[in-house]
Nanobody, 126 residues
Framework: QVHLAESGGASVQAGGSLRLSCVVP????????MGWFHQAPGEGREGVAI???????KYADSVKGRFTISKDNTGTTLYLQMNSLKPEDTGVYYC????????????????????WGQGTQVAVFS
């Protein structure tokens, strides 16, 4: 089991920016499909962005051009840069890891991710 710990959630005005962090100690994340997921109040968990083992990224249509997923040089911290935030971005954000090859790293397959953080709350007000 991989341990993940998110931080960086806050309350922000629409149009603002946040950067979420997810610390993943003790593993080489280059061998993992890494992702960020969003759970809006009363809704299920949905994929926001993924970073596969080949370094490729994919984004949900709702965040393309606004959010960016990345890792630091050591590979122990995953980031989600969130710009031009909208009220519908409100919710809990989770980072997750899966021991999947790049071709199976899929933003829509929430159940394929084995390890999850505890989540960090983001509130966007207009």
């Amino acid at each position: 089991q991989v341990h993940l710990a998110e931080s960086g959630g806050a309350s922000v005005q629409a149009g603002g920016s946040l950067r979420l962090s997810c610390v993943v100690p003790g593993i080489d994340t280059s061998y993992y499909c890494m992702g960020w997921f969003h759970q809006a109040p009363g809704e299920g968990r949905e994929g926001v962005a993924i970073l596969d083992t080949d370094g490729r990224t994919k984004y949900a249509d709702s965040v393309k051009g606004r959010f960016t997923i990345s890792k630091d040089n050591t590979g122990t911290t995953l980031y989600l840069q969130m710009n031009s935030l909208k009220p519908e971005d409100t919710g809990v954000y989770y980072c997750a890891a899966s021991r999947q090859q790049a071709r199976f790293c899929n933003i829509y397959k929430v159940g394929a991710f084995e390890s999850w953080g505890q989540g960090t709350q983001v509130a966007v007000f207009s």
